[in-house]
């Protein structure tokens, strides 16, 4: 039970630090997509 209130405690109290982090996720993951598309434009 203690690992699940740790776990609230840290996001408590990184809240804007977890959405920068959840926004540089998403950009590697178009990044990674794009990439991997782009053989197949040419």
Known sequence: MSILLQIKDIASRSHATLLQDAAGATAL??????????????
């Not at 993951?29 to 040419?42: A, F, N, R």
């Open 29 to 42: 993951i178009v990044m990674l997509v794009v990439g991997l598309h782009l053989p197949s434009l040419t």
